[in-house]
Structure formats: C-alpha cells, structure tokens
C-alpha cells in the first residue's frame, strides 16, 4: 500500500478550518450559557427562553439543507466567511440587545450563521486527496468534539 504524501498546504488549510469550525461551535454555545443572564436581565420567563431556543434551532436546522442544496449546485468557496459573519453579527446583536424581539432576530442571526458554515456537503471534501477521506473529516469533525466539551466544562 503507498502512502499519500501530505502537502503542508492543504494541511494548513485544514487546520484553519478546523479551527474555524470550532469557534463557530463556541459561538453557538454562547446562546444556552447566556440564558440565565437574559432571564434576569430582560425579566423573561421559561416560555420566553423556550422561544428563544426555538428560534435559534429552527433558524439553523431548517436552512442547513436549504444551503447545502444550493451550495452543493453552486459551490462558494467563502461561504465559511459569510456563515462567520452572520454569527458574529448575531452575537454583536445580542450583545447590545434592547428588547425581546431583538434578542429573537440576534439568534436567528446565530442560527442562520450555523446553517450556511454547516453546509450538507462541506467544500473540504472536495479538496484534492492529501489523505484518506476519513482523515480529513476526523480533522473537521474534532472539532465539533472540543467545542461540546468546553461548552459542557463552562461555568453557568
């Protein structure tokens, strides 16, 4: 069996997207840590927290399919960038949120952000072979595995 030789590239490029990725989800981690800041704060009830949580997954999760349709047919490459700019966004909202409903779009805001950087089928895969395909994915999908336990070890 030959091996690949890894281009120092593409290794990069991959270690900058999974650095990326992991922001992203510390990011999103954000919203279910802040709840009991807004409850305070903003004199919420559960309902209200409810809908805010509501609001941020139906954001992500119904157009994350939606994206990845188009992006799989129309590949943008800077989607990753636009996905960060919605987050970033969302959370500048948030931040300095003056109402309820304003609290409301910054997630949705958060929410869109996830579902375009969360395409169906990520740009990465397409990239020429360095490696295996699991290798690549493992890289990505770490990821994902840092940001849920710094989400789980933050202090509430």
Known sequence: MTTIPRSGTYVTVLA???LTHLLNDLMQSLIPAAYPI???AYDLDFVQIGMITLT???AGALLQPVIGMVTDRHPAPYSPVVGMMFTLSGLVCLAYAPTYAMILVSVALIGIGSSIFHPRRPGWRAMPPVAARGWRR????SADRRAARSARSSPR
Do not use: A, I, P
């Open 16 to 18: 900058v997207l999974g």
């Open 38 to 40: 807004l409850k305070e």
């Open 56 to 58: 941020f997954q139906v």
């Open 138 to 141: 493992g890289c990505f999908k």
